[in-house]
């Protein structure tokens, strides 16, 4: 059994910060690109920010030079640091791994965590 499961959203006032993380547990042998993902009322869903196992990232234009992804291959953990926070980045922000392969040399592919809250509001 995989999850991923996010934390660290919230409340903010314009121009704070926020540290989301999201932890992948269960069986995994390895993850290839982790992203965050974000989708406002009314909106389709879009990339935030994406990283590949070996550190490589591509961001939204919306974020670039505020937001920073990282990762952490052994803990099977990705982050994103989210600095002078806007209105418009309130949405729910959704952990992603495009492709988990178990230990037991399965291969799970479009994974979705739960979700997580960002509302940036005075």
């Known amino acids: 059994q995989v999850q991923l499961v996010e934390s660290g959203g919230g409340l903010v006032q314009p121009g704070g910060s926020l540290r989301l993380s999201c932890a992948a547990s269960?069986?995994?042998?390895?993850?290839?690109?982790m992203g965050w993902y974000r989708q406002a009322p009314g909106k389709q869903r879009e990339l935030v920010a994406k990283i590949t196992s070996g550190g490589s990232t591509d961001y939204a234009d919306s974020v670039k030079g505020r937001f920073t992804i990282s990762r952490d291959n052994a803990k099977n953990t990705v982050y994103l640091q989210m600095n002078s926070l806007k209105p418009e980045d309130t949405a729910v922000y959704y952990c992603?791994?495009?492709?988990?392969?178990?230990?037991?040399?399965?291969?799970?592919?479009?994974?979705w965590g739960q979700g997580t809250q960002v509302t940036v509001s005075s």
């Open positions: 992603n791994a495009d492709k988990i392969r178990t230990t037991g040399w399965r291969d799970i592919y479009n994974y």
């Open positions: 269960g069986s995994i042998f390895s993850i290839n690109t």
